[in-house]
């Protein structure tokens, strides 16, 4: 792992990693104006009145999101050059389970293949994934109308990955008071494209926009970080679909 800029960092406050199993299944639906999204949102109405009544032992939540923006991210090249299509998922289904068994066991169930079929009908590309809880800053909450995030890391070396999303969080926890975040990791045998995606809220724009904007350091230290170690990271802003 190298380090850029290392008199900048400081010991992210986390949090043991749960025992949560996560599946998570995105799609590109809609149309992307620059940064800004236009998901489908009749599809995203469809996929929350499915998702709302899936019940299987083992579900703590489902949810789904539709995209917004993509704030400023890092490795484009990278991706290219391993011929790793773009994140520009518009919609991403979430259910978090006591287990990744119990994830395993609902993503073979005929309510959820449901839901993946209509999506799939209707999205360019998907992308689906059970997932454990591999890093925590805090639980998501769900409950209420945030602003939240999908990041999603490619690298080479999926352990340096890990190793630098620790090292630049504590970033995000003192310039843009990150309540929380939860990193998902493709569990053994599931599709890798994104060795790490990162699920994080904050409560408004203005919390954490300005400082991925305008603060130099989120450039010198977080993207030069990501840069040095050889990573792809692909942030996505959502709202939740009521």
């Given amino acids: 792992m190298e380090l850029i800029n290392d008199?900048?960092?400081?010991?992210?406050?986390?949090?043991?990693?749960?025992?949560?199993?996560?599946?998570?299944?995105?799609?590109?639906?809609?149309?992307?104006?620059?940064?800004?999204?236009?998901?489908?949102?009749?599809?995203?109405a469809q996929l929350q009145s499915l998702v709302a009544a899936v019940d299987s032992p083992g579900i703590?939540?489902?949810?789904?999101?539709?995209?917004?923006?993509r704030p400023p991210g890092e490795g484009d090249e990278i991706l290219a050059a391993r011929g790793i299509p773009p994140a520009r998922f518009d919609l991403v289904v979430l259910i978090r389970t006591e287990s990744v068994q119990?994830?395993?066991?609902?993503?073979?169930?005929?309510?959820?293949?449901?839901?993946?079929?209509t999506l799939g009908a209707a999205a360019r590309r998907t992308h689906e994934i059970v997932a454990e809880n591999a890093g925590l800053l805090g639980?998501?909450?769900?409950?209420?109308?945030?602003?939240?995030?999908?990041?999603?890391?490619?690298?080479?070396?999926?352990?340096?990955?890990l190793k630098v999303w620790e090292y630049t969080a504590s970033w995000f926890q003192a310039k843009t008071a990150l309540p929380n975040s939860a990193l998902m990791r493709p569990a053994r045998g599931e599709a890798a494209d994104y060795g790490l995606i990162n699920?994080?809220?904050?409560?408004?724009?203005?919390?954490?926009?300005?400082g991925l904007i305008l603060r130099p350091t989120f450039r010198s230290f977080v993207l030069a970080n990501f840069k040095?170690?050889?990573?792809?990271?692909?942030?996505?802003?959502?709202?939740?679909?009521?």
Wanted: charged content about 20%; overall charge positive.
């Fill in 7 to 44: 008199q900048l960092a400081v010991k992210a406050r986390t949090l043991p990693p749960t025992g949560d199993g996560f599946l998570l299944l995105a799609g590109e639906t809609g149309t992307w104006r620059g940064p800004f999204a236009s998901p489908a949102a009749r599809l995203a």
């Fill in 60 to 69: 703590h939540e489902a949810n789904v999101f539709r995209a917004v923006l």
């Fill in 102 to 117: 119990a994830t395993q066991d609902l993503r073979d169930s005929a309510t959820y293949q449901h839901i993946a079929r």
């Fill in 139 to 161: 639980d998501v909450d769900h409950t209420q109308d945030h602003r939240y995030l999908f990041n999603y890391f490619y690298a080479d070396d999926r352990d340096t990955l």
């Fill in 199 to 210: 699920h994080a809220s904050w409560p408004t724009w203005r919390t954490f926009l300005p």
């Fill in 228 to 242: 040095a170690n050889g990573i792809a990271a692909q942030p996505i802003i959502y709202r939740r679909v009521r």
